[in-house]
């Protein structure tokens, strides 16, 4: 006998369900016992996103892959929609950077690479202790994304302070956004440098960092120019000063903390 709508209770949090989902926690009404069923929907909804399973009519929600399809291809759209509240569309940024920084991790690990990034391009050239923090970021290439975020931010949010009020943690969420993109390409571009036979320690590595820094320098100005409705020329030199500011304020911490920790190891 099928239960009546004021028996069905959401086994979540108690309330009563009288349509598909639960209207107090949003949790989907129905069977709640483990199967391999339930494995590939959540695996679908992560990867893809669940607007298959939703309510005729409901809003499709994007997983991680559609998530950063759409960033790649509509990057002043995907953020100006989240920004303006289209918040449970896409997968919240922070989330889709460790997804992207695991996912990219395991198939390096699984290929035997290494992540060329660029960044250590120059590295014979500085001390040890600096070579040994960029041998710690190599390793652990979330931080490098996450590295510039911050002072990014902090810099856009004041370059930009008479043209658009933005807040700080606006430009933040737009830089984590970003730093996916970076992981992504930094990835994409190891691999095609191993899978093209080039010495990862020659060249490429060069050319690796300025393909990544230009890349992420015109999705920079796209975004800016389109939320902020300014054109191009101011779009690109706010950018371009941005990005300096950003890179003295993470240079100037980084030395700070060199020094520190040298002082710290003479004691
Ligand atoms: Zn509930």
Same mark, same amino acid.
């Given at each position: 006998?099928? +239960?009546?709508?004021? +028996?069905?209770?959401?086994?979540?949090?108690?309330?009563?369900?009288?349509?598909?989902?639960?209207?107090?926690?949003?949790?989907?009404?129905?069977?709640?016992?483990?199967?391999?069923?339930?494995?590939?929907?959540?695996?679908?909804?992560?990867?893809?996103?669940?607007?298959?399973?939703? +309510?005729?009519? *409901?809003?499709?929600?994007?997983?991680?892959?559609?998530?950063?399809?759409?960033?790649?291809?509509?990057?002043?759209?995907?953020?100006?929609?989240?920004?303006?509240?289209?918040?449970?569309?896409?997968?919240?940024?922070?989330?889709?950077?460790?997804?992207?920084?695991?996912?990219?991790?395991?198939?390096?690990?699984?290929?035997?690479?290494?992540?060329?990034?660029?960044?250590?391009?120059?590295? +014979?050239?500085?001390?040890?202790?600096?070579?040994?923090?960029?041998?710690?970021?190599?390793?652990?290439?979330?931080?490098?994304?996450?590295?510039?975020?911050?002072?990014?931010?902090?810099?856009?949010?004041?370059?930009?302070?008479?043209?658009?009020?933005?807040?700080?943690?606006?430009?933040?969420?737009?830089?984590?956004?970003?730093?996916?993109?970076?992981?992504?390409?930094?990835?994409?571009?190891?691999?095609?440098?191993?899978?093209?036979?080039?010495?990862?320690?020659?060249?490429?590595?060069?050319?690796?960092?300025?393909?990544?820094?230009?890349?992420?320098?015109?999705?920079?100005?796209?975004?800016?120019?389109?939320?902020?409705?300014?054109?191009?020329?101011?779009?690109?030199?706010?950018?371009?000063?941005?990005?300096?500011?950003? *890179?003295?304020?993470?240079?100037?911490?980084?030395?700070?903390?060199?020094?520190?920790?040298?002082?710290?190891?003479?004691?």
């Amino acid at each position: 006998m099928k +239960e009546k709508p004021s +028996e069905r209770l959401c086994r979540n949090c108690g309330s009563p369900v009288g349509e598909r989902y639960c209207p107090r926690c949003g949790q989907e009404y129905g069977s709640t016992r483990i199967t391999w069923r339930t494995l590939y929907d959540e695996m679908v909804s992560l990867l893809i996103g669940d607007s298959l399973f939703s +309510e005729t009519g *409901a809003i499709p929600r994007y997983g991680m892959l559609q998530t950063l399809w759409r960033f790649v291809r509509h990057p002043a759209v995907t953020v100006g929609e989240f920004i303006a509240g289209k918040q449970r569309k896409y997968v919240p940024p922070l989330t889709l950077l460790l997804l992207v920084c695991t996912l990219c991790l395991l198939t390096l690990t699984g290929l035997g690479y290494e992540l060329l990034d660029g960044s250590a391009a120059a590295e +014979e050239e500085i001390d040890t202790m600096i070579f040994s923090l960029f041998g710690f970021m190599n390793s652990h290439i979330e931080i490098i994304a996450l590295l510039n975020v911050p002072w990014l931010a902090l810099a856009y949010r004041w370059v930009f302070r008479s043209r658009s009020q933005l807040r700080y943690m606006e430009y933040f969420y737009i830089g984590l956004y970003l730093a996916s993109l970076h992981i992504l390409l930094a990835t994409l571009l190891t691999i095609l440098t191993h899978a093209c036979g080039f010495d990862p320690d020659g060249m490429p590595q060069f050319w690796l960092g300025r393909i990544i820094t230009v890349t992420l320098c015109v999705y920079n100005v796209v975004i800016i120019r389109n939320l902020l409705k300014i054109d191009w020329t101011r779009s690109l030199a706010g950018c371009l000063l941005g990005q300096l500011i950003a *890179a003295v304020l993470s240079l100037t911490v980084i030395s700070l903390i060199v020094t520190v920790w040298e002082i710290a190891a003479e004691i």
